[in-house]
């Protein structure tokens, strides 16, 4: 079954299992390789009759599943593991084949795509010495891998690191890696002690110091709770390995600490151990958000996408956790797939969730439980990455989710009464906003150009500046703001007319308003606003002119605005009054 007018794929199909025989086609051109899954198909495989996930983007690091206990989800993987046994060499049973088989007496295919490689097909037998085979990497860690103590007290027996042979044959299997990982960092610790002169720092700095850092990052710093790893020693003597970590003041064995805790140590020792084999790899693990709370669970998340899974790999996860959820949202280099409420008996091809459906928090919550849940918020859709910004304000009684932009906002809240949007300024008069708040009651505009003029308006970074205990000259930088606004000007009243024709205000088919409509088209209503907009423009009045003055593409290299995180900016008490006196308007 090679696929015709299909370029650039890796095509893996596993048909006519004989007793311990495969058949694979695989990629030839496997150069410069960096493993990116863009489809996968999955027939007559564990609940599936026929799978296809389609439209992974190959620039996703993140491959999200979300949905409810026994969804399928973790099939997935198995079916990730069935290829790795493939591509070590490894043979499967007819008890093992009876087990990945929907329908007992019809093979099983799987099928991966991805982008960048040319197709060739062949052949290889069941031996797969093919070395271009060896570039197709699979790391899995199934869901039952808790170790709620530390029980060898002597060294276990060796295993093949290399080929990870420790690892678990299905993934309803224990995940039994932990303390052989613990013997294998100490023993490379050793290897290195005595067949190098590298000093004591060094091994801290490749085994130590990222562990705790990832630590700090996910459970937080603060004096009193920062958990800090400061010893491993391997069993012996009898004595269960010495896992020790620091809190406070105080030291813990890895047996006192508490399972959330256990959880995040043992990813980070595993791939610590092991990160040799996460480079260009599919990295799958099952439910790594057991036991945290929903911050942990995206701090987590946050953290292995950051600092461990590399930039060539991508990494699969199986979550019903609302901090996965918010996490992969927020991330352009992720996607989710939903396997909620979907019969499996017929073909399904599932398509990455739209991030801005609020549906997908269903799946953390449940459906009879999120009416009750936000009962007492209202959802509000903001312009493009801006959700970060204004979730972090504190409003009461407000979740605020991500639009595409302007217009997008604008089509969500226009006929839903339980919505509610926030879009910018852009170039609008007074009078417009009067006409516009009149006739859309549940959409909100900002009282200046956009969210760049409220980060880096004068009162706001004199506040920021005061809170930093750091000068600033105000009078000194609204001169710089003046001089960059006379020089693009004129550049700007050219284009007002034709940007307003792109706003959708009073565009509609059942509004009667035709006056109101004009002011968005080439009439001459519009003519009429940019003249006003020109006057604000030539204004020498600060106010009059900069809540219509581009700062998001204007007088960005003044030297005041530079080298702020907006994310600090939004924290002040200017802007969360901004913000609140915009919605009471």
């Not at 493939?86 to 049973?93: L, Q, V, Y």
């Not at 613990?182 to 110091?209: H, S, V, Y």
């Not at 009962?375 to 312009?383: G, I, M």
């Not at 700062?551 to 995180?565: C, D, F, G, L, N």
Request: aromatic fraction near 12%.
């Amino acid at each position: 079954m090679v696929r015709k007018n299909v370029a650039k794929v890796v095509f893996v199909q596993l048909e006519k299992m004989h007793g311990n025989g495969w058949n694979f086609y695989f990629c030839t051109n496997l150069n410069s390789f960096s493993m990116k899954i863009t489809r996968l198909e999955l027939a007559n495989f564990k609940r599936f009759t026929q799978l296809t996930l389609d439209e992974i983007p190959d620039s996703a690091r993140l491959v999200l599943l979300i949905g409810a206990n026994g969804s399928g989800k973790s099939s997935v993987f198995d079916a990730f593991e069935v290829l790795n046994k493939g591509k070590k060499g490894e043979s499967i049973s007819n008890m093992d084949s009876a087990y990945f088989r929907k329908d007992s007496e019809r093979d099983f295919n799987i099928v991966l795509e991805r982008d960048e490689v040319d197709f060739f097909g062949f052949q290889v037998d069941s031996n797969l010495k093919e070395p271009a085979l060896k570039k197709l990497n699979f790391y899995g860690r199934s869901s039952f891998r808790q170790v709620s103590r530390l029980t060898r007290t002597s060294l276990g027996t060796p295993f093949n690191v290399e080929n990870d042979a420790d690892r678990p044959q299905f993934f309803i299997d224990r995940d039994e890696r932990f303390e052989n990982d613990i013997e294998n960092i100490t023993g490379i610790i050793l290897r290195d002690f005595f067949r190098t002169d590298e000093p004591k720092t060094k091994t801290r700095e490749r085994f130590i110091d990222p562990i705790n850092r990832g630590l700090s990052n996910i459970f937080g710093g603060q004096n009193g709770t920062k958990l800090e790893l400061i010893e491993i020693i391997p069993p012996l003597d009898g004595k269960t390995a010495q896992v020790t970590f620091r809190k406070g003041l105080s030291e813990f064995h890895y047996n006192q600490l508490g399972a959330g805790e256990k959880e995040v140590i043992n990813i980070l020792i595993n791939i610590t151990s092991r990160k040799e084999a996460l480079e260009n790899a599919i990295v799958f693990f099952d439910e790594i958000d057991l036991h945290l709370n929903t911050q942990l669970q995206y701090n987590l998340l946050k953290e292995l996408l950051d600092n461990w899974i590399p930039k060539t790999s991508q990494f699969w996860t199986a979550s019903h956790s609302l901090g996965f959820i918010e996490f992969a949202r927020q991330q352009s280099e992720a996607v989710i797939f939903d396997f909620d409420d979907l019969n499996f008996d017929l073909p399904q091809t599932l398509l990455p969730v739209p991030k801005d459906n609020p549906d997908v928090y269903e799946i953390a919550v449940g459906k009879e439980f999120l009416p009750a849940l936000l009962a007492d918020k209202k959802l509000c859709f903001v312009e493009n990455q801006d959700r970060d910004y204004y979730g972090s304000i504190g409003l009461p009684n407000l979740l605020f989710a991500a639009a595409t932009n302007r217009n997008n906002v604008y089509h969500k809240v226009l006929n839903d009464n339980k919505l509610i949007g926030i879009v910018d300024r852009d170039f609008l008069t007074d009078d417009d906003i009067i006409l516009i708040r009149k006739q859309y009651k549940n959409l909100f505009l900002l009282p200046y150009y956009s969210i760049e003029n409220l980060f880096y308006h004068p009162d706001n970074l004199e506040e920021y500046n005061a809170n930093k205990k750091q000068p600033f000259d105000k009078q000194d930088y609204i001169k710089k703001l003046i001089a960059q606004k006379e020089i693009v000007k004129n550049t700007i009243m050219l284009s007002l007319s034709l940007k307003r024709t792109e706003y959708p205000y009073f565009g509609e088919q059942n509004f009667a308003g035709k006056p109101a409509q004009n002011r968005f088209k080439n009439k001459g209503e519009n003519s009429e606003q940019t003249a006003v907009l020109a006057m604000y423009l030539n204004a020498e009045t600060f106010e009059d002119w900069y809540k219509i003055f581009p700062m998001k593409t204007y007088a960005t290299e003044v030297s005041q605005r530079q080298h702020i995180p907006k994310s600090d900016l939004v924290k002040t008490k200017w802007f969360k009054k901004q913000i609140e006196n915009m919605f009471a308007k």
